[in-house]
């Protein structure tokens, strides 16, 4: 289907944050874009106001009339969506265009040249930062990212000039072998979505089998030291980056007086003096990855050092939501064993001598039987843990999988309790709390808000 022939998008599920940047890219187009979603949120509460035609209830009859032409609808659905969804079943018994989401996103990467990001974490922080980088040099892009930029309040960059888009490559699903990039960072490959995969040499296949993609031409940047071995066509440069080793690393680092600043050393020249606009430690390994794709993509080394101390972040990511003398709370998408340690680790090296207390929120039935152990490690660095019960969201309960597998292997000596989510404000009403973080990526960002009031009147 042409989308210039387009006339209305609905989309099933609708309210992700990866969906709602389509979302977005069609309201932009001038076509009617209808939904659905299983909860209201924040987010489909802007998508509303932004002119989406959304509602909350898998029932055909809400769909908008103007998307129900299959000659002129495309239906994009989200593979978190079950199979035996009523709406879903509706169109593909109808004859309409059906999509997912990577393949939308597929057809974009044919026709404009990709800048992607794939990784088990740091992707999202990664591509958003790649992306307010070129959307501050003279090239400019476009950008579909997996959350809401601090600096855009958008997930969505649009520009009239470039011809580059920046785009999270997820492997959920194995949505990013829909991707042609023309350059490619990957950040790492520790084993995840094993409800797809099966084990960590699948995961790993599907990673290799993603660099394959990558057009003649391009260029792939790959985090040192990972679990890869990339297959890549011919005329396709490799690169490798880390922190402090690798073709694109960090020398000269300074930490103190709440700044982090160090020297960007590239194969493409070096820039001195970058400092950065989010200093937390694992943002200079991101921050290597992210201007090595904006000086790919030509962006002047002026122009990344002049930008780089503006970038504000992405919501949800290592974001500060209170900070003063008495209390600090943050919030953290980590929802990943090795996510939760690097998050620790940041917050520790910040706040050495504070007491650190985290809510974790378990994503996923799946993922907590298959890391359970992991967790347990991870949540063990810090010094008190407070575990909700398991986020579903996709997934059906599996007998003898709960929050209570992580908590029975915390390290011995630990603060520790489990809480109904009902329960958390009045348990956090109560506490002594000197730095509060909330882990997850489930509807645990839903408490944020109520939280920060609460610690604002103690």
Known sequence: MDVNTLKAVYFIGAGGIGMSALVRYFL?????????????????????????????????????????????TL??????????????????????????????????TQTERGLCVAGTHGKTTTSTMAAYLLDHSHVGCNAFLGGISKNY???????????????????FDRSFHWLTPYASVITATDSDHLDIYGDHA????????????????????????????????????????ATEEGDFHAANIRIGNGEICFDFISPLGNIE????????????????????????????????????????????RFDFKLKNDRI?????????????????????????????????????????????????DSLSLLDEVIL???????EKPIEGVSSRLIFDRLRPGIEKSLCRKEDLLDVLRNKKLEVLVTLGAGDIDNYVSPICEILKTR
């Open 75 to 108: 239906v994009v659905y989200t593979p978190a969506i079950p199979q035996d969804h009523t709406e879903l079943a509706y169109f593909r018994g109808h004859g309409f265009e059906i999509q997912k989401r990577a393949q939308v996103l597929g057809m974009l």
């Open 153 to 171: 309040e958008s997930n969505l960059l649009l520009s009239e000039k470039s011809d580059f888009v920046v785009i999270e490559a997820d492997e």
């Open 273 to 316: 003096d970058i400092r950065l606009g989010v200093p937390v430690y694992v943002n200079i390994e991101n921050g290597i990855a992210a201007m090595a794709l904006a000086q790919l993509g030509g962006a002047f080394p002026e122009e990344i050092r002049a930008a780089m101390p503006g970038f504000k972040g992405v919501d949800r």
């Open 202 to 241: 699948s995961y790993v296949e599907s990673f290799r089998k993603y660099t394959s993609l990558i057009k003649p031409g391009g260029y792939l940047i790959v985090k040192k030291g990972i679990d890869l071995r990339p297959e890549v066509q011919e005329g396709v440069t490799v690169y490798t980056y």
């Open 388 to 394: 909700l019960d398991i986020y579903p969201a996709r």
């Open 328 to 376: 600090v709370f943050l919030s953290d998408y980590a929802h990943h064993p090795a996510e939760i340690r690097q998050s620790v680790s940041s917050i520790r090296m910040l706040y050495p001598d504070k007491k650190i207390t985290a809510v974790f929120q378990p994503h996923l039935y799946t993922r907590t039987r298959d890391f359970y152990q992991d967790f347990a």
């Open 28 to 72: 932009s187009k001038g076509k009617t874009v209808g939904g659905y979603d299983r909860t209201p949120s924040e987010l489909t509460g802007k998508l509303e106001e932004e002119g989406a035609l959304l509602h909350y209830e898998d029932n055909v009859s809400l769909i908008p009339p103007a998307c129900l032409d299959a000659q002129t």
